[in-house]
């Protein structure tokens, strides 16, 4: 389990993490309580950001749409592979793998992430409540 008191960023997923759906097979549905959630920790100072496998142009109208896109910062939305991403992420961020939090439906992603950055943190979607 995360160390929630040394949590600095969390890194999102989208698709079966952040909402319910997958963006590119239709309508999504994002739970009420992870809007709140993303508004309580930025309240907080926990940065939200996002890596996602997915056209930015349509997360962006989506999280727009949902008054939630000015909570997330340095996104990176695309269809590479996560892992390098993510490291580039936190580099550019001046943040340490060990103050990230990322949540992914995906164990090969979690996975993927820990071999690029070895002390981040991460949870799959059970771990949101």
Not at 8 to 22: R, S, V
Not at 91 to 99: A, Y
Not at 118 to 124: A, D, Q, R
């Amino acid at each position: 389990m995360y160390q929630f008191e040394k949590i600095k960023l969390i890194i999102w997923d989208l698709d079966e993490t952040f909402w319910e759906g997958t963006l590119t097979e239709g309508g999504v549905n994002i739970p009420n309580e992870h809007k709140q959630l993303i508004k309580r920790l930025t309240d907080i100072g926990i940065i939200n950001s996002i890596c996602s496998k997915n056209d930015w142009e349509s997360v962006r109208e989506e999280l727009e749409r949902q008054e939630l896109l000015e909570y997330f910062v340095f996104p990176s939305v695309n269809w590479e592979p996560k892992g390098n991403r993510i490291k580039q992420m936190i580099v550019d961020m001046q943040l340490r793998p060990t103050n990230v939090l990322f949540l992914d439906d995906n164990h090969s992603n979690r996975e993927e992430a820990k071999f690029f950055c070895p002390e981040i943190m991460t949870e799959g979607p059970e771990a949101i409540s």
